[in-house]
């Protein structure tokens, strides 16, 4: 059985001959090279699309090693698409693996130091050139975000567009599992949405799958990517994160987790400069912490959220599995994967206290920026008991504004609204029923 992906099908029919390149980046193994090889080319086949019309390659085959020269490259494709008659589909996938090449032709003494780049030709360049021949649309995957998706305006001249892909989302998993919703949400938070280990039926080797997918892959990337002497620091940080997932922290508290486990210090900054590689791969996602009544971010402190759970929890060897922390991991990729920016917010609340005035701070797990509004939504286990039900719902009730206010709770309960306008809603129907809440 073969799982559709219709959202990102849609996303790429949407923006097919838009005179820009298509960049699909999003971490590796969560199908982006299946997506654009094998799910949209069938696709534009049953359009009518003939097969030599399609121009394929993969960077990261050994047979295809010496098309990294973006040069190389670049002649394949032209060599390929000489009948100007047709419209051709190139396809590259990992194109983070081409490097720069230094041009021969320039007198390097003739250029100034602060445009010595301009010696040399990037896949940005042939990229930039390949789109805008007309008989050309142009698709690249990757994996490296600094790389790709911060620099598309810069380096493609706003003439690229980006579509995200993230591991399989609950709705996509539930339709392949042929599970009940309970159990597959069980099974959903273990394992996660890696495809191959969704599609694999046996739990050991999902376990297998998803242990060596982290080292062998993520893990030995980052290392060889940025030329690291050991993986001892990247190790026991990943381990803290993994640990911790929806916690606040800093580099500081994150360099004093590490060197715990490692039983030797390590400094603040390698530890920012490690978060920022893991982000980079798309390993982890950070969500800055932002003060609702002060509208300001706080400058250091924030959560970082794991892109899979299969993958958290088997950096962890399956051994921490706390729901709460689990589903709300669950939550913020979901919400993330509709498009939505999101921060962690804080209330503080001013209260008399033997007729002192005591400031205390209270947290909404997410403010979800969805362009017209914010939303701030809660994620809980449960508000079975008059206690529980406060401490999730105080800092709603302190917010200060009129913006919709969401508490998301474990199950399938349906959807209802207190006396305060606070809505609530099971976790199942949430992921499920996208337009359910409007957004």
């Given at each position: 059985?073969?799982?559709?992906r219709?959202?990102?099908?849609?996303?790429?029919?949407?923006?097919?001959?838009?005179?820009?390149v298509?960049?699909?980046?999003?971490?590796?193994?969560?199908?982006?090279?299946?997506?654009?090889?094998?799910?949209?080319?069938?696709?534009l086949?049953?359009?009518?699309?003939?097969?030599?019309?399609?121009?394929?390659?993969?960077?990261?085959r050994?047979?295809?090693?010496k098309?990294?020269?973006?040069?190389?490259?670049?002649?394949?494709?032209?060599?390929?698409?000489?009948?100007?008659?047709?419209?051709?589909?190139?396809?590259?996938?990992?194109?983070?693996?081409?490097?720069?090449?230094?041009?021969?032709?320039?007198?390097?003494?003739?250029?100034?130091?602060?445009?010595?780049?301009?010696?040399?030709?990037?896949?940005?360049?042939?990229?930039?050139?390949?789109?805008?021949?007309?008989?050309?649309?142009?698709y690249?995957?990757?994996?490296?975000?600094?790389?790709?998706?911060?620099?598309?305006?810069?380096?493609?001249?706003?003439?690229?567009?980006?579509?995200?892909?993230?591991?399989?989302?609950?709705?996509?998993?539930?339709?392949?599992?042929?599970?009940?919703?309970?159990?597959?949400?069980?099974?959903?938070?273990?394992?996660?949405?890696?495809?191959?280990?969704?599609?694999?039926?046996?739990?050991?080797?999902?376990?297998?799958?998803?242990?060596?997918?982290?080292?062998?892959?993520?893990?030995?990337?980052?290392?060889?990517?940025?030329?690291?002497?050991?993986?001892?620091?990247?190790?026991?940080?990943?381990?803290?994160?993994?640990?911790?997932?929806?916690?606040?922290?800093?580099?500081?508290?994150?360099?004093?987790?590490?060197?715990?486990?490692?039983?030797?210090?390590?400094?603040?900054?390698?530890?920012?400069?490690?978060?920022d590689?893991?982000?980079?791969?798309?390993?982890?996602?950070?969500?800055k912490?932002?003060?609702?009544?002060?509208?300001?971010?706080?400058?250091?402190?924030?959560?970082y959220y794991?892109?899979?759970?299969?993958?958290?929890?088997?950096?962890?060897?399956?051994?921490?599995?706390?729901?709460?922390?689990?589903?709300?991991?669950?939550i913020?990729?979901?919400?993330i994967?509709?498009?939505?920016?999101?921060?962690?917010?804080?209330?503080?609340?001013?209260?008399?206290?033997?007729?002192?005035?005591?400031?205390?701070?209270?947290?909404?797990?997410?403010?979800?920026?969805?362009?017209?509004?914010?939303?701030?939504?809660?994620?809980?286990?449960?508000?079975?008991?008059?206690?529980?039900?406060?401490?999730?719902?105080?800092s709603?009730?302190?917010?200060?504004?009129?913006?919709r206010?969401?508490?998301i709770?474990?199950?399938?309960?349906?959807?209802?609204?207190?006396?305060?306008?606070?809505?609530?809603?099971?976790?199942?129907?949430f992921?499920?029923?996208?337009?359910?809440?409007?957004?």
């Open positions: 059985m073969i799982i559709k219709e959202q990102y099908i849609e996303a790429l029919l949407s923006k097919r001959w838009n005179g820009k298509k960049i699909i980046t999003g971490i590796r193994r969560c199908g982006k090279s299946f997506l654009l090889s094998t799910l949209y080319k069938d696709y086949k049953s359009e009518g699309v003939p097969e030599d019309c399609f121009i394929e390659i993969a960077l990261d050994k047979a295809n090693m098309y990294r020269n973006p040069n190389e490259l670049y002649d394949y494709v032209i060599g390929k698409t000489q009948d100007d008659s047709k419209r051709y589909y190139v396809f590259i996938d990992e194109i983070q693996l081409s490097y720069k090449v230094k041009n021969k032709d320039v007198d390097e003494s003739l250029v100034p130091e602060e445009d010595r780049d301009m010696l040399y030709t990037t896949f940005y360049d042939i990229l930039n050139d390949l789109m805008a021949r007309s008989n050309l649309d142009v690249v995957t990757g994996s490296n975000s600094k790389m790709l998706s911060t620099d598309i305006v810069t380096n493609f001249r706003d003439r690229g567009t980006e579509i995200k892909v993230y591991p399989l989302s609950f709705k996509e998993y539930f339709a392949f599992s042929g599970l009940e919703k309970a159990d597959a949400l069980e099974e959903y938070l273990m394992f996660g949405g890696m495809p191959l280990a969704v599609t694999e039926k046996d739990e050991a080797e999902k376990r297998k799958y998803l242990i060596g997918l982290h080292k062998n892959v993520y893990i030995k990337d980052i290392v060889e990517r940025y030329k690291l002497k050991d993986d001892e620091v990247l190790d026991a940080l990943i381990d803290s994160l993994s640990s911790a997932v929806g916690s606040l922290t800093n580099p500081h508290n994150l360099a004093n987790a590490a060197g715990t486990l490692m039983k030797r210090n390590t400094s603040d900054h390698t530890i920012k400069k490690y978060l590689y893991l982000e980079d791969a798309y390993l982890f996602i950070g969500a912490r932002y003060d609702v009544k002060g509208k300001r971010y706080f400058d250091n402190t924030q959560k794991s892109m899979d759970l299969g993958l958290r929890n088997a950096k962890l060897n399956f051994r921490q599995q706390e729901k709460s922390h689990l589903m709300e991991n669950m913020f990729l979901e919400l994967r509709r498009g939505y920016s999101i921060d962690v917010g804080v209330v503080e609340v001013t209260r008399m206290k033997d007729g002192k005035k005591q400031q205390s701070q209270h947290e909404i797990d997410f403010i979800v920026n969805t362009g017209q509004e914010k939303v701030y939504i809660q994620s809980a286990l449960n508000v079975d008991t008059e206690e529980k039900h406060n401490q999730e719902t105080f709603l009730k302190n917010s200060g504004d009129l913006f206010k969401i508490v709770v474990d199950g399938n309960i349906k959807q209802w609204t207190d006396e305060n306008g606070i809505i609530y809603v099971g976790v199942i129907p992921l499920l029923e996208e337009s359910k809440l409007g957004f």
